[in-house]
């Protein structure tokens, strides 16, 4: 193809979405808003798995150690647990330390009841450990059993496994969710585009009795759907931008203090901004293309 | 004389119908004007639709200036439409393009430069009478000058023939002539034309060769042949 003829087309593309004033509006109105769902529950989801990612991070395993075991032997088992595999962090809680903090979380009324222990602190030395992935702390439990000098090990079976079922299902939901959507945005984008295409039937088909090529006809389409869908994105893009922005700079210290962290602004929404530009683009060119072919078969 | 179509046994069956078009054997030279006449229905249609290739022939053998199209492959459709002009009934332009760019995108569609596509539309707008209408829209101008756009855009990449189905079916008596003139003005500078038409007078008046079709048969072909079909 020509140079001159490829600028015909890009021309010709960006004149089209004038001269069907009222059917561009249309699809792209239907771009803007099915992004904009798609773009707000992104953004709604990731949150959800940050906060979920972050309830994980705090699993820990705690390996009590001998109240026998002598200074030597702690050095011994310290060396050993960093060994292990899947180990990120190991942290050293002495006795007393764990008594404060035990204390702490008591509360004011029983304080009194738990000084008294102070001279004589029940408590074992503890490392606490941290896996490299949350799911993997049953395995580094299980390994740290077997070494000697230890009295137990604890992660919370019970609770963690609860907890990693729901965080499971909260994740498979969202990713559902968000396939659903988009697919659902995919169709009706499309669809609209469609009907704007149907309407120009008769204009294709005088494109092919002038003797046009196929891909002569298609290219100005091509253009006119990238453009729909890239418009179609600007103002879902500027509200996932400036919307998060906003609700990040108010709430995100206020949730912190509710143990809740926000995805930070960046890079997230330029990913989402980015992903929603190609789902528009993507989308567009695809309806246009897939109704310009269907009346190719003159 | 050179040969522009040439048909050889000729038939055409859509499926469960009877044949639309029967051993048709037909040969029209360079520079004819030829009236396609008969009843509604009886083949006028797919007869010339089988020349632009709109329609394929079940059986038979078409020839377009010596080659062969009976089997043109899809993608080759395009560059025997660039050699033949059409002029439909209903005019058939884009209502959102000005005469001007109506005309322009028969060139734009074999890539010529800008220049040369500016040159030829002045031209052809100047053949049709039309030059002053040149940035209007379809809509703004008379039946008969929309005919004479989309007469302008069938000539202006200087086609071997000209295929006319029933150019002044939606127009008035008066705009009839004044359409058959622009066709006969364009017949005099060497270019075929073929035109399927149920306008008596004017096949009665302006004589030409005339094939007539009944019941998908050439019935009647005539060097200087009146309509027929008197009442």
Redesign the interface.
Known sequence: M?G??LL?HGKEGMKNLG??GWMSFASISAVTIMLLVVGVFILLIMNMNHFMDSVEEDVEVRVYIELTASDADQEELKSELQQLKHVKDITYLSKDEGLDQLIASLGEENKEVFESLREENPLNDVFVLQATDPQLTAKVADQAETLPHIDKVDYGKQVVDQLFNVTKVFRTIGVILVLGLMFTAMFLISNTIKLTIVARQ??I??????????G?IRWPFFIEGLLLGAIGAVVPIAVVMGGYHYLYANFADRLRLQFAEMVPVYPMTIQVSLILLAMGTIVGVWGSIASVRKFLK? | MITIIEMMNVTKTYSNVVNALNNIDVIIEKGEFVYIVGPSGAGKSTFIKMIYREEKPTSGTILIHGSDITNLKENRVPYLRRKIGVVFQDFKLLPKLSVFENIAFALEVIEEPRDIIRKRVMEVLDVVNLKNKARFLPQELSGGEQQRVSIARAIVNDPRVVIADEPTGNLDPDTSWEVMATLEDINRHGTTILMATHNREIVNTVKKRVIAIESGRIVRDELRGGYGYER
């Open positions: 020509k001159r003829t015909r001269r069907n008769n204009e088909q005088i494109m092919k009795l002038v003797g046009a090529t196929n002569f003159v």
